[in-house]
């Protein structure tokens, strides 16, 4: 795949998962990778106008920019360790999608339950310990949780990063995160088997999801 292919599907997918509302504005970003080169998504970006040209060219190790005017993404060193850290994946998307978001700021793993969920993701969405965005303190906190056969992480208090071998499948593995993560709020709401979260809980971290939408 050339660097302008990749690019395209960058773009193709900052459209599909911002018509999903799962880049709350201009938050979350993207990345797909070919060998040691990623093309990521830039940092500030409107998703709906963007253009190919748009799309930043990285190197995976250095995260020096060898195509591109825009500045990158900040979290262009979440996506570069995933890519570093697992040759399998060829794609990885951080949105800050509503309901696994509040999982993330109620600091709770998904378990994945489905065939389907546990053949793309693994047994479970695992929390990863808090860092502030952007931040090498962020890129330490999901190295010490990435795993081989888990696909999907929750930031702690912002949002989710998820990888897979194509584009078209990391946008699955987002809305199968999303339907987990909603299954999950309303059975322990139903049952009353997870303590603290509650409808008051569950309600108060869905209204403060808007701090965490910027970045
Ligand atoms: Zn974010």
Redesign the pocket.
């Known amino acids: 795949m050339s660097d302008q292919e990749l690019r395209k599907q960058v773009v193709e997918a900052c459209h599909v998962l911002s018509a999903m509302g799962y880049l709350a504005g201009i938050?979350?970003?993207l990345a797909m990778r070919k060998a040691d080169r990623m093309a990521v998504t830039p940092s500030a970006a409107d998703y709906f106008s963007m253009k190919p040209e748009d799309i930043c060219i990285l190197d995976i190790h250095s995260l020096e920019i060898l195509e591109g005017e825009r500045s990158p993404s900040v979290?262009s060193g979440l996506h570069a360790l995933i890519f570093r850290t697992r040759p399998d994946i060829q794609a990885s998307v951080?949105?800050?999608q509503p309901v696994a978001s509040a999982m993330a700021l109620l600091n709770r793993d998904i378990p994945m339950v489905s065939g389907e969920e546990q053949s793309e993701l693994g047994e479970k969405v695992p929390v990863v310990g808090y860092g502030p965005?952007g931040t090498g303190m962020l890129v330490s906190a999901l190295k010490k949780k990435l795993r081989p056969d888990l696909n999907g992480y929750l930031?702690r208090n912002?949002?989710i990063i998820c990888g897979a071998s194509s584009m078209e499948q990391a946008i699955r593995n987002v809305r199968l995160i999303e339907k987990a993560a909603a299954r999950y709020i309303s059975e322990s709401i139903s049952t009353n088997r997870s303590p603290g979260v509650s409808a008051p809980v569950i309600h108060q971290a869905l209204g403060s999801l808007a701090e965490?939408?910027?970045?």
């Open positions: 938050g979350g970003n979290e951080h949105t800050h965005s930031l912002h949002g965490y939408r910027k970045i």
